[in-house]
């Protein structure tokens, strides 16, 4: 089995708005959920390690929590961060049944190289893939390569891409995942975008009203 990387937590006690104590300590308050425990199980851990894992897995790689001498192979499964301070609040871990396949989203990354036939701008239109595989056959992420496009080929669909032994694809097959457009149409795009930053400013209207912290992804068990 694949090495994880590792998490050392704690059982948590403190619970509900007294959790701000844990925060002060540089502890992120968590919950592990899933089909291999019996109930949640609250715990903490460093917030540093945290965002070090964090940062190294993403959230389609399996991370193992250790607990008490136990140790939980879980996924990243919702982060909540605080709108305005970008603070981690909470996290909730899953912890599969390994035997089970799970449907999770993946980064798409781009490699090969574009022939120069192709005239155009190169863009992902779609930067995730939903997959389905057993938790321990989740990829980092799924490579489309540049290579493919062609004058006569000038978009990649989700049913083209070649996907690791063991993965299906949960998105629809037909959707677009990179594109060659043509540069008036991705000059206009950048220039609606930065219509729409003027006029909402710096902060996302979602912080001005008030926004709840984020939960930035889920996972299913099929």
Not at 82 to 87: A, D
Not at 88 to 101: M, Q
Not at 129 to 150: K, Y
Request: charged content about 25%; glycine content about 6%; proline content about 9%.
């Amino acid at each position: 089995m694949a090495e994880h990387p590792v998490i050392t937590c704690e059982r948590r006690e403190v619970i509900g708005k007294k959790v701000k104590r844990v925060r002060r300590q540089g502890k992120t308050p968590g919950v592990i959920s899933g089909p291999v425990v019996s109930e949640p199980l609250p715990i903490a851990f460093d917030t540093r390690d945290f965002e070090r894992v964090y940062h190294q897995a993403g959230l389609a790689r399996l991370v193992d929590l250790v607990v008490d001498g136990t140790t939980y192979p879980v996924f990243i499964r919702e982060v909540a961060v605080h709108p305005v301070t970008r603070e981690i609040l909470n996290v909730e871990f899953y912890a599969p049944d390994l035997a089970r396949p799970v449907t999770v989203t993946v980064p798409v990354v781009t490699v090969g190289s574009v022939s120069p036939d192709v005239v155009g701008v190169v863009t992902v239109q779609t930067p995730e893939l939903a997959i389905r595989a057993l938790p321990t056959a989740v990829p980092e992420h799924i490579e489309v390569d540049l290579g493919l496009l062609s004058p006569e080929r000038t978009a990649i669909h989700a049913g083209e891409i070649p996907l690791p032994a063991g993965v299906e694809l949960d998105t629809d097959p037909d959707v677009v995942v990179v594109v060659v457009e043509e540069a008036e149409e991705v000059e206009a795009a950048e220039e609606a975008a930065h219509v729409l930053a003027e006029e909402t400013g710096d902060r996302l209207r979602a912080v001005e009203q008030g926004a709840a912290p984020v939960h930035e992804r889920e996972l299913r068990e099929s």
